[in-house]
């Protein structure tokens, strides 16, 4: 049987030979290959770095006079924002409300936060206003989360 040829059993325990057209392309040159030029680095670099947090999280967001929530996991932390996956789509621009938990008093983060990139359903959040305290309570999880890793 060629390669390109594969047989799929259906649940009639009907036997169906599918075809798929292969072409050839040009070459890619190997890994090893020194002649291309190296990655460029991101324009951007972060302010902040970013900590490990497995964390449930909650996202609230105000749409057309009505308030939908999603839950998600954290996936890491930083002093201006944090990123998750979430139980539903949000838009790069919106603005949201989180609360998540973090290991130290008052042990639930409630911050209002931008959404910076989604990616499918896991997204980055830039937090908005930071009252003092709130930036003293993040600095330590973040020092705590630095130390854990």
Known sequence: MPFDTLPMALPSSTIVTARFQTQNLPREPALTDHSQPPAQPYPWERRFS????DARIQA???REDLTTVFWGRTSELGLDGIGATLSGELRPGEV???QFPIPLPPHVMEMRALVRYCQGLHCG??????SDEQRMTLRQVCVLLANAS
Do not use: H, K
Request: hydrophobic residues 60%.
């Open 96 to 98: 949201v409300s989180l």
């Open 50 to 53: 970013r900590y490990r947090l």
């Open 125 to 130: 959040f830039e937090f908005l206003v930071v």
């Open 60 to 62: 609230s967001v105000f």
